[in-house]
């Protein structure tokens, strides 16, 4: 990756829940190669997964202190801030990747160059870091100064927080709402939290940043499948880790940075309250009742308005420092900076046990020559994972060097595999596998340096199986001590005694009371417990109910297989799966089928208690229901598919109509060009009676076009990709503007063309197609009336891109104007033109596309 670069140089800045970093994937995946750093190990391997999700395991790398995946292929790098390759004074000598360049280069909250701990490693990325195509630099607005500063000619992008950040107040644990974070600052605290609320609210998932990522994956995976409705977490939560929470509670306003004990900085407390909402979903922020953490009035006005003093400074330490010997390599890790804006950086813990193993004699005789002042620095930079200060890890890092620095150069296999041995066992409570973990997170460090052990991949192989095997014991630990788990227990004990041992009542509103007790409602065949009911008794409540609720679910299984068509509807909630709701609730979800028109219909979870026979006679209602709604939304798809499979059918003609079922009724021209000519006019014929029109440059049926057709097409085809609901196109929309990329994917599907940065409906497309020719005089130029943009809301660029993938090319009219003349042989199919005014090529929207919209995107 070069230091310095002619590509382009890009400042994305905003709060959180901007979808910064969403776009930073986006145009990594558009290059042909590319690298982003993060602040956090945690945040680098959730972005990893998606990466590989996109572009498939052996073109994406992982890079961190602790872990590397670096397939042979990989093209796209997911890294820590510390691990990014830039060579220089960086302790990064085992990412073989120091020469690589790479197309696109992004890093991840560069505001951190503030931060005095490890802002030198933000401001180092942010100087040097560049893509041979594009950099982008992502952070809060806060930065835009030092950017100007720092980085003349930089383009900077504001982007909008997607949904509203509240202050609701301080509110007693047993008060907060459903899907809250309580976010403190010590494990100590972290851990009293989530004790509070598993004895009040049933427990709590634990986030801290000294997790292992198989440990943090998992405890988020519990709160976000709602096995618990709170999670407790360290302010590790604001960098970017992504989860519903509805509400962010502060335990504390107060945090210990390493030197001294201080109230949170407002961008902080920002960039803590902002996990709250998602997307467009609002979410707000407030502190617990009760534990003397106040928000100031104009914190809060900071907070929601995303009003923050911008930075005057940032932490600055040489990157290429000086290694002909200990003593010049001490002077240029603190030499001051030159640039405007720029701080010398505190002393690091890795600059502190430089100076204390420079005092050593050993060390002195040992240092001598770039080379080994270059290998000393590079043991200084082992992390302290277990916190114990500058003069104890001095000690490891001694031992460490002395090995790097004698015989082979190597640290030997046996004193490795003995500290290994030492931690591999699962005994003990929490704080003890948290600190086995922090322990095999240095040994793992050191076996991912490529020239520190004689067989590398094997050791780090066996650190990464003892982590997974502390990550799983520590999450049990956390769940048995933060989750209460007495419901099973209970359900024994209700077995043992009988299952009328508590009496159990269901009213006509599906409230549900146990002993008099109310604990919930029954809505469809989902039960919701009373969030007020008392927590004490909640449990041996709940399994009394579940015992007793067998009876009504059967009654309510042979209600809905006798109901009416009117108690069902499909639900199309963008972002979930699709699926069925019998009166207002969800019974089942569409999945990939035998056909588009035939999905699988997947009874939900909630009906799992029904008996066999129940759940046979409720699928067969479903499908009936869906059947007919498909033949009542789409009549047109029913006769196509099958002539599509009727021997019958001519093989041509089967050509054309098998794709078109498949695509849902709309079909580029191109994707069937070479059967087109071997239809005869009967086939022809036949194609019209079905309602199928061959356009200039898509095949569709205008039926298929409607918004009901629309919605239900791409919930089948969603069905069929096993896929969530897309974003649908507004009713009756004819142009979308500037639509987002899942908009975009889904009107191509549903009957758009892209025009650039516009997307026209077919038949519109058709009926334009039409005009143009009409308008025309054999090959001779013409220029399309200007009033097209005002009409139908299409911009020049759109207009003519339309008009080359229509066979026209641009020549030059009279006085100057655009003209275009006829250079393509393809001629729009009859019916004939409406009239239109004499020299207008298009005619106006209202003439052109009766009842047709436009709408921006």
């Known amino acids: 990756m070069g230091v310095a670069s002619d590509g382009r140089l890009t400042a994305v ?25 993060f602040p956090l190990r945690l945040l680098a391997r959730e972005v990893y997964d998606r990466v590989v999700a996109l572009k498939g395991e052996k073109q994406v790398a992982l890079v961190t202190g602790e872990e590397k995946i670096v397939p042979e292929t990989a093209r796209y790098f997911l890294t820590t801030a510390e691990s990014m390759p830039l060579g220089g004074g960086a302790h990064d000598a085992s990412f073989n990747a120091h020469d690589r360049e790479f197309a696109f280069v992004a890093l991840d909250e560069a505001q951190l160059g503030a931060d005095p701990e490890r802002g030198h490693v933000f401001t180092d990325r942010l100087l040097r870091a560049r893509g041979r195509e594009e950099t982008m630099i992502l952070g809060a607005e806060t930065l835009r100064p030092m950017l100007r500063a720092l980085l003349p000619g930089i383009e900077i992008v504001t982007r909008p927080r997607f949904s509203t950040l509240s202050y ?11 899907r809250s974070v309580v976010v403190a600052f010590s494990a100590d605290e972290v851990y009293a939290v989530a004790e509070m609320l598993r004895r009040q609210r049933g427990g709590a998932a634990v986030v801290m940043g000294a997790l292992s990522p198989r440990t943090r994956n998992a405890q988020v995976a519990m709160y976000q499948a709602g096995e618990v409705d709170y999670l407790v977490a360290t302010d590790a ?37 902002g996990r709250a909402g998602r997307h467009h979903r609002d979410g707000s922020f407030g502190t617990l009742g009760g534990e003397g953490a106040a928000f100031e009035a104009d914190e809060v006005a900071a907070i929601e308005g995303h009003h923050f003093a911008p930075l005057d400074h940032l932490y600055w330490r040489c990157g290429t420092p000086d290694y002909a010997s200990v003593e010049r390599l001490v002077a240029s890790l603190e030499a001051r900076p030159e640039l405007p804006g720029l701080r010398g950086a505190p002393q690091a813990i890795d600059l502190a046990v430089l100076k204390r193993l420079a005092a050593e004699p050993e060390v002195a005789t040992r240092a001598k020559g770039a080379r080994m002042t270059r290998r000393l620095w590079d043991a200084c930079g082992l992390p302290d994972f277990r916190r114990t200060g500058a003069e104890h890890h ?6 460490v060097f002395g090995h790097l620095s004698e015989g082979d150069g190597r640290v030997p296999a046996r004193w490795f595999a003995d500290e290994l041995a030492r931690l591999d066992s699962v005994a003990g409570d ?25 067989d590398p991949r094997h050791w780090a192989e066996r650190t990464r199986e003892l982590e997974e095997k502390l990550s799983d014991a520590l999450h049990d630990r956390l769940t048995q001590r933060f989750v209460d788990r007495r419901t099973s ?52 409540l709940l399994a009394a109910a579940e015992r007793r609720l067998g009876d009504e679910l059967a009654r309510r299984a042979r209600a809905l297989a006798a109901d009416g068509d009117e108690a069902f509807t499909l639900a199309t909630d963008i972002g979930r799966p699709v699926a069925i709701f019998w009166r207002g609730d969800v019974v089942a979800r569409l999945g990939r089928g035998r056909s588009l028109t035939q999905p699988r219909v997947t009874l939900h979870r909630t009906l799992d208690p029904l008996s066999a026979t129940d759940r046979v006679a409720v699928a067969a209602r479903l499908e009936r229901w869906l059947g007919g709604e498909v033949a009542r939304h789409l009549p047109a798809l029913g ?24 695509a849902g009724g709309v079909v580029a021209r191109e994707a069937v060009a070479a059967t087109l000519p071997t239809l005869d006019p009967a086939d022809r014929k036949r194609l019209a009676a079905l309602g199928v029109r061959i356009g200039t440059l898509d095949l569709f049926v205008p039926a298929l076009l409607r918004p009901a057709a629309m919605r239900w097409r791409l919930a089948l085809a969603a069905a069929r990709a096993d896929a969530a609901m897309p974003p649908l196109p507004p009713a009756g929309a004819a142009l979308l503007d500037r639509p987002d990329p899942l908009l975009a994917a889904a009107a191509a599907r549903a ?21 143009a020719h009409d308008a025309r005089k054999g090959r001779r130029p013409f220029a399309p009336d200007p009033s097209l943009s005002t009409s139908i809301g299409l911009r020049p660029p759109a207009v003519a891109r339309l008009m080359r993938q229509l066979g026209f090319a641009r020549t030059e009219g009279s006085e100057g104007m655009v003209a275009w003349a006829w250079r393509g042989r393809r001629e729009p199919v009859p019916p004939p033109a409406r009239p239109t005014s004499p020299g207008n090529a298009f005619g106006s929207l209202a003439t052109l596309f009766p009842g047709a919209q436009r709408t921006h995107g």
């Open 13 to 37: 800045l905003g709060p959180t829940n901007t979808g910064k970093t969403h776009l930073a994937i986006e145009r990594m995946c558009a290059h042909s190669s590319g690298l982003i750093g």
């Open 639 to 662: 006769p196509i598919a099958a002539a599509s499979t009727d021997e019958a059918t001519p093989p041509p003609l089967r050509a054309i109509l098998a794709p078109l079922v498949q």
């Open 237 to 273: 939560i604001g960098m970017g880790l992504n989860m519903d929470v509805a509400h962010v509670a502060f335990a504390s306003l107060r945090k210990f940075d390493g030197r001294r004990n201080r109230r949170l900085t407002v961008s902080e407390m920002a960039q803590i309250a």
């Open 168 to 178: 609701i107040g301080p509110k007693k644990l047993s008060r907060l709402p459903k």
């Open 394 to 399: 001095a000690r490891l890092v001694l031992r």
């Open 751 to 771: 009957g758009f063309r892209a025009l650039g940065e516009q997307m026209l409906r077919v038949d519109l497309v058709e009926r334009l197609a039409r005009h």
């Open 430 to 454: 929490v704080e003890t596998l948290a600190d086995r973990l922090a322990g095999v997170r240095t040994w793992a460090y050191i076996a991912n340096r490529a020239d520190w052990l004689a």
């Open 489 to 540: 227990v209970l359900l024994r004990d209700l077995s043992a005694r009988g299952a009328d041992a508590l009496p159990v009542a269901i009213d006509e509103a599906g409230a549900v009371s146990v002993a008099g007790e109310a604990i919930g409602y029954l809505t469809g065949f989902r039960f919701e417990a009373d969030a007020a009911a008392r927590h004490a008794d909640m449990k041996r």
